[in-house]
């Protein structure tokens, strides 16, 4: 049932991420709409099955746990992730997210104290060298047009840069609140709640933040006055891919998940290239770092 669950999050996800490229404009990628999206959508289920099961008991610890897993998943994983995919693309930023299993190794061994071997070592590698695979890729395809295009061009490249930064926040930002969920879930094995506390607390820090940044402002204000059909998609797949990553951990290890997770890149590519017929690249480059990322994830959870 776990292997299932992750199956359909990456898939869920991978939708996402091309949805994202199609519905973006300008300052607001939907992010905060997402969110919403999270909370009426995990709240249903937790509603539905509380009245159908009866309701679970209330621990402080988990209701702790899932708020710090809102605020780093919800909030800072899923605002920096479509920042990501909205600057660099849907591929891109997918290959990208599988920074997240480099991230929750080195959060293990610093903060957990987990055991660290070399097959882990080679796996980091491998993922690290995925991103600089792509970072290469996009600097001597943007070198070019730059120097012929001048100024535009050269903007052009910057904001390719700016998603390079935002995609490794977001995975670091996701694999320490894989941890806090996790912790959560031993806590109070309730993946719906947890998904709809977790949204609701990272829109609150949301709002807080539109108060001193003005594309959140837009972003807050365009949620409730304009209708954008490929924003909601994506906040709707982005909602079912978050709670059904929450049931899959509550049926298996988070490692497991995260290795069947490692499908979404190869997912997104085939949505974006083979279904939307988007003008995104498929490169031979982009194509080796979900490679190297997928098999460094690969030899993390199996010990290669």
């Given at each position: 049932?776990?292997?299932?669950?992750?199956?359909?999050?990456?898939?869920?996800?991978?939708?996402?991420?091309?949805?994202?490229?199609?519905?973006?404009n300008?300052?607001?990628?939907?992010?905060?709409?997402?969110?919403?999206?999270?909370?009426?959508?995990?709240?249903?289920i937790?509603?539905?099955?509380?009245?159908r099961?009866?309701?679970?008991?209330?621990?402080?610890?988990?209701?702790?746990?899932?708020?710090?897993?809102?605020?780093?998943?919800?909030?800072?994983?899923?605002?920096?992730?479509y920042?990501?995919?909205q600057?660099?693309?849907?591929?891109r930023?997918?290959?990208?997210?599988?920074?997240?299993?480099?991230?929750?190794?080195?959060?293990?061994?610093?903060?957990?104290?987990?055991?660290?071997?070399?097959?882990?070592?080679?796996?980091?590698?491998?993922?690290?060298?995925?991103?600089?695979?792509?970072?290469?890729?996009?600097?001597?395809a943007?070198?070019?047009?730059?120097?012929?295009?001048g100024?535009?061009?050269?903007?052009?490249?910057?904001l390719?840069?700016?998603?390079?930064f935002?995609?490794?926040?977001?995975?670091?930002a996701?694999a320490?609140?894989?941890?806090?969920?996790?912790?959560?879930?031993?806590?109070?094995?309730?993946?719906?709640?947890?998904?709809?506390?977790?949204?609701?607390?990272?829109?609150?820090?949301?709002?807080?933040?539109?108060?001193?940044?003005?594309?959140?402002?837009?972003?807050?204000?365009n949620?409730?006055?304009?209708?954008?059909p490929?924003?909601?998609?994506?906040g709707?797949?982005?909602?079912?891919g978050?709670?059904?990553?929450?049931?899959?951990?509550t049926?298996?290890?988070m490692?497991?998940?995260a290795?069947?997770?490692?499908?979404?890149?190869?997912v997104?590519?085939?949505?974006?290239?083979?279904?939307?017929?988007?003008?995104?690249?498929?490169?031979?480059?982009?194509?080796?770092?979900?490679?190297?990322?997928t098999?460094?994830?690969?030899?993390?959870?199996?010990?290669?």
């Open positions: 049932m776990g292997d299932l669950l992750a199956l359909l999050s990456a898939c869920s996800f991978a939708g996402a991420n091309v949805t994202i490229t199609r519905g973006a300008g300052q607001d990628n939907g992010a905060f709409l997402s969110i919403l999206v999270t909370t009426v959508i995990a709240g249903a937790w509603l539905h099955g509380g009245w099961q009866g309701w679970a008991q209330f621990h402080t610890a988990g209701l702790l746990w899932f708020a710090a897993a809102g605020v780093l998943t919800i909030f800072v994983g899923r605002v920096f992730l920042a990501s995919v600057h660099v693309g849907a591929i930023a997918s290959a990208i997210k599988r920074l997240t299993p480099l991230f929750s190794v080195l959060l293990g061994v610093l903060v957990l104290g987990e055991p660290f071997d070399s097959s882990m070592a080679i796996g980091m590698l491998l993922i690290f060298s995925s991103f600089v695979v792509l970072v290469r890729q996009s600097l001597s943007g070198t070019a047009p730059r120097q012929a295009s100024p535009g061009s050269s903007r052009a490249v910057r390719v840069a700016r998603g390079f935002y995609g490794p926040i977001s995975a670091f996701y320490a609140g894989y941890v806090a969920r996790k912790q959560g879930l031993n806590s109070m094995p309730e993946p719906a709640f947890g998904a709809m506390l977790g949204s609701a607390v990272g829109a609150v820090v949301f709002v807080v933040a539109a108060r001193f940044i003005d594309s959140y402002r837009l972003a807050v204000r949620a409730f006055t304009t209708f954008n490929w924003l909601f998609a994506a709707v797949l982005s909602s079912m978050q709670i059904l990553y929450f049931g899959a951990l049926y298996s290890t490692s497991r998940v290795l069947i997770s490692s499908a979404e890149v190869f997104t590519m085939l949505l974006t290239v083979a279904v939307f017929r988007s003008r995104e690249q498929l490169s031979a480059p982009v194509m080796l770092a979900a490679g190297l990322g098999a460094g994830t690969v030899f993390i959870i199996f010990h290669l």
